[in-house]
C-alpha cells in the first residue's frame, strides 16, 4: 500500500501472484552492500516502528502496523542503517492476505528499499501459504506492476476501505 487510502478518494486494489514471484536474491545482495539490513521487526520494537510510521505517514498505518506487531510470527518486515529505520512493510493486517501499509522515507526512496521490503513480506505470504497477495488501496500502481507482475483488481474502489472511520 503506497498511499494511506484516508487521504485519498479513488483507490484501487492489485493482485499478486505469489507462487510467480521474481528471485529477489541479488535486490537483497544490492541494499545490503548499501549497508541496509532487512529483517522482521521484533516485537519490543512496537512502540520505536510506530513512532516511526507516525512521524513519516499516518495513524491510521500506526494502527496497521500495531497489529502487524502482534502476530506471531511478526506480519512488519523494516530496512534499517546504522540503527535507524528507513522503511517498514507490513502484510495480513487490514484483511488476510493483504500487503500493506509499507512506507520508506524520501532520502532512502530510489535505491531498491522499497522493493526489497515489498519482496520480504510477498514472500513471507507465500510462506504462509497464499497462493495470491493482495495490494490494498495501491499509490503507485506502475510501480507494483512492475516490480511484482501485480494487476488492478476491477471492482476494488473502494473495496475493503468504504465506510472509513476518521
Known sequence: MGVDPGLLGGVIDMLVRLYDLPDAAGLYREVAGEGVTLRRARAFEKHTVAAFAREHFSAKWVSEVEVALSRQPVACFIAT????????????????????????????????????????ALEALRELGYAYAVIGGVG??????????????PGSDPGVYADLLP
Open 81 to 120: 542503517r546504522d540503527q535507524h529505520i528507513l522503511g517498514f512493510a507490513c502484510f495480513d493486517t487490514t484483511q488476510r492476505g493483504f500487503f500493506g501499509p509499507t512506507g520508506v522515507v524520501p532520502s532512502a526512496r530510489g535505491n531498491g528499499v522499497g522493493k526489497a521490503l515489498l519482496f520480504k
Open 140 to 153: 503507485p500502481r506502475d510501480f507494483y506492476a512492475k516490480a511484482c507482475g501485480a494487476i488492478e483488481i
